[in-house]
């Protein structure tokens, strides 16, 4: 398959799992009528984001896998026949949970999982109070889409995470995200911060020559503690192809929902002009397994 009709959905959240859900189903169902052939959704898309504060009854969140969530997308994918990438919190076993991407292929079956390897630990993301890192690895997901490259949110940080994906196979890069602003950073530093975030992902594009498609959420969320303003996400859910080069950006202060066409095939020509997989000096790179090298 040459081109791959897209939907990305970045939608603003509340503390409802069934009205978030019902949401999201309505948009699925939207963007497949309208011909997508895949649908990428945000980070914990079915509930607030909890990690701004350390609550063990957040926990009461997390649903195993399989389980009523995924009966519900499983559904959901076969219904609308399109490729679907959730984000799920998974719970594994009592007090082991996991961040974790299911992919449903469009008959509803489970194509893969990707669990999420890095885990942040940030004033008001407190992922690691709730996460285990992943151990599935960073291996792509083969659907009737293609290979699908899927890491999670602070994965996009990590050049390293992105071309083990690429080695594997992938042709796309996926990101399902929460990222924003705290409310005490000024304005330039706001400015500064979704800029990097950006280009960060656009080197990954670019430096493996493949599309990237990350989804992020939108809008206000408070802390429950009270302890900070709350985070303002800043959406900017985006898709890149493999030179970097915008393909779609959303807004950064409303809902989006959107159908962007991504071919795969242009990966191949730009590799050839950019053979930077033919280059890398494999027989020199050791060290980049340690920690730091003093």
């Known amino acids: 398959m040459n081109t791959v009709k897209t939907g990305i959905i970045q939608l603003s959240k509340t503390g409802d799992k069934q009205q978030n859900r019902q949401r999201l189903a309505e948009k699925i169902r939207d963007l497949a009528a309208k011909g997508a052939q895949l649908i990428v959704n945000q980070e914990l898309h079915d509930s607030l984001y909890f990690c ?27 219904e609308c026949g399109v490729v679907l990438v959730t984000s799920l919190f998974e719970r594994r076993a009592p007090g082991l949970y996991h961040n974790t991407a299911v992919v449903f292929e469009k008959d509803g079956s489970v194509a893969g999982m990707y669990r999420k390897m890095h885990i942040p630990d940030d004033p008001a993301y407190y992922e690691k109070f709730y996460f285990t890192p992943g151990d ?10 293609g290979r699908l490259g899927v890491l999670v949110c602070w994965d996009q940080w990590y050049p390293e995470a992105a ?48 599309p990237v498609v990350t989804v992020n959420r939108v809008g206000h ?14 959406g900017t859910s985006f898709v890149a192809g493999p030179q970097g080069e915008f393909l779609f950006k ?17 990966s191949e020509q730009v590799r050839r002009w950019w053979p930077f997989l033919r280059d ?15």
């Open 52 to 78: 701004q504060t350390e609550n063990v009854d957040a926990c009461d969140l997390a649903e195993s896998i399989p389980g009523p969530a995924t009966d519900f997308y499983s559904d959901l994918a076969r």
């Open 136 to 145: 599935l690895g960073f291996t792509p997901i083969n659907t009737s889409v």
């Open 163 to 210: 071309r083990l994906m690429a080695l594997a196979g992938a042709e796309m890069l996926i990101y399902p995200t929460a990222i924003g602003w705290e409310s005490s950073d000024t304005a330039d530093e706001k400015e500064r911060q979704r800029e990097a975030w950006v280009t960060v992902q656009r080197g990954h594009a670019i430096a493996n020559g493949l």
């Open 221 to 234: 969320e408070s802390d429950p503690s009270g302890v900070t303003g709350g985070i303002q996400f800043w």
């Open 250 to 266: 959303a807004p950064d202060d409303k809902e989006c929902y959107e159908i962007v066409e991504i071919n795969l095939q242009r």
């Open 280 to 294: 890398r000096r494999i027989d020199a790179y050791g060290d980049i397994t340690k920690r730091f090298l003093k």
